[in-house]
């Protein structure tokens, strides 16, 4: 008998010893809670990026020296200096996370006025850590005392929380580069020193490490961990409508948008009184009620992961009989989405919306009447004038007839790789845009006018014939470029087939879309494992759906990265990250040798295709991707 009663007290006490398991974040975050990320394992997330193409091919022994080298240069330029500032080491920290990770924004009583914010709050479950976490929060307060920086000790529901004092100055800054020879040292902001104070606070209760700057919040958590009675986040219905796109998702969001928006439109009796008797006041009230978003409820995100492959979902709670705005046009149509056959399989990314092109534009002019009718009234003498210049060459135009009421409910867009490896080809490559039109023809004709009056300097369209179809091409000016001259004169060229009007800048593309009715190309619609993974996104209202494929366009990335003949930096764009990161002013190109990234073919097998589309119902309106793993990673 005593040796039955052995094991359910050894559980028991190792049950007592390990903890009280952490409620998910939606039974812990309170009510008024208006922005939430959590992860809920992050044991799993880390798995899943594991065994991920993305996580498999950072690990691929191709990449070792690339990823030396940048690991390094980071390592060596921002993260030391910045664990030196901040009198820590991440590998000390790096382990900790080891169940559910959270962060949230939280109303906290914040009503718009000013002086008022949000409260932000982030938790952290070390589980099994949780003595290494005691620790390292124990040693990090002594490093701050040590170092100068004001420290104090509050109990919150008798758990100790250091508060740490800091103003926007005190944020850790990675080293600037020297300047060069001649150049002009960057100035301080003369307001950085008189910035409002921030009190941060950071404690521990039982595995949960708790971050906040609004001690009334943190209250309320660590009432929920000790099932108090505070309503959580998990009981509000908004929050319940969208639970269960959650189930099972290792990461996810939510956005309680109508609480935002309901602050952020609210008129303040100040504004009130300044915009009185002035049409064109800006009036954030009017603005979101135009734009639709008075109707916007929540704003769920979720991520998936399964051996097929990752789904991504984000989900725009607005029903239907409350859709104005942006949302009514966004909802488009529910009609055939699918690739036309004419769409070829070389197309390395499509598009199709089924948006009713009348209706949209209904909808954009009381969107602008709602906002202010005087703009609304700029917008159609605009539209007057342009109506006007056009009956000089055609009396019988008429710009709402010919262009607006000619517009139907397709638009497609396809484009195809770069016909180069310079940077220049790469951010331009060939494309082509058909509109649907139950009438052409005359759509074409109207669409002439109006390029050749908005076009300045544009030569007259000429004409020519092509197995049939009258292809109209417009010279439009070169661009300037970066060396201050123009570059080469472009053409715009159009023509009318199959209900739509092609445009195009490309006309050997605009040549291929006609000839595609008579020799149909071998379609994209055909290719192995679309229709599969439209399933995953698509369905019975579905009124957008995209593709792109990855392993092309990234066969010519990887090429225009690693040819790099004309010494510009094609990593110039991230220089802002890297500045809005502390980094200071560097050039991204420094710390990734792109000479060191391996031959497309070795890392190819990483490399597939993604899908997307954008669906309407009742409740609201839902965007999903996927990308499926390729198929050589499951040989």
Known sequence: MRKILVLPAVLFYLACQAGAAVLPAEKILPDDTLVMFTIPDFNRVREIYQSSPQGRLWSDPAMKDFKNKFVDKLTSGYITPLEHQLGVHFDDYTNLAQGQLTIALVQ???????????????????????????????????K????????????????????????????????????????????????????????????????????????????????????????????????????????????????????????????SEEAADADSGNPFAFKPDKIMAALGLKGLRTVALSYNYSSDGALFNVTFSVPEANRTGLFKILAGEAKDYNAPPFVPADAVKF??????????????????????????????????????????????????????????????????NPKGTSLAELGSPPSIFLLGSPNAEQLASALKNIFVLYSPGAVAPTEREFLGHKINSISLPGAPTAGGTDAAPRSLSYACSGGYVAISMEPSLLEEYLRSSETPAKPLRDTPGLSEATQKVAGSGTSLFGYSNESESMRVLLEVLKKDSSGADPLAGLTPVAMAMGMGDVKVKDWLDLSLLPSFDKISKYFYFSVYAGSANADGLTFKAFAPVPPQLNK
């Open 108 to 142: 906290n009583g914040w009503d718009g006025k000013e002086g008022q914010s949000p409260a932000l709050v982030a938790l952290l479950d070390t589980k099994d850590k949780s003595a290494q976490l005691k620790t390292n929060l124990v040693d990090l307060r002594k």
């Open 144 to 267: 701050w005392v040590d170092a100068g920086k004001t420290v104090k000790t509050e109990k919150i529901r008798d758990i100790d929380f250091s508060v740490i004092v800091f103003s926007k100055d005190d944020l850790p800054k990675a080293p600037k580069p020297a300047p060069a020879p001649g150049g002009i040292e960057p100035m301080e902001d003369p307001d950085a020193k008189n910035a409002p104070k921030t009190q941060i606070y950071i404690g521990q209760t039982e595995s949960l490490l708790v971050i906040g700057n609004s001690p009334k919040v943190i209250e309320k958590i660590l009432v929920r961990m000790s099932g108090g009675e505070v309503k959580p986040l998990s009981e509000l219905a908004a929050y319940d409508a969208n639970a269960g796109l959650f189930h099972d998702a290792p990461a996810f969001a939510w956005v309680n948008a109508k609480a935002i928006v309901d602050v952020v439109g609210r008129p």
């Open 351 to 416: 598009q199709r919306w089924r948006i009713d092109g009348q209706k949209t534009w209904a909808t954009l002019r009381k969107i602008a009447s709602d906002i202010s009718p005087g703009a609304l009234g700029t917008i159609d003498y605009t539209l007057g004038l342009a109506g006007e210049a056009a009956k000089q060459k055609d009396p019988n135009f008429d710009i709402n007839k010919n262009l607006f009421g000619n517009l139907g409910d397709d638009i497609i867009t396809y484009q195809k």
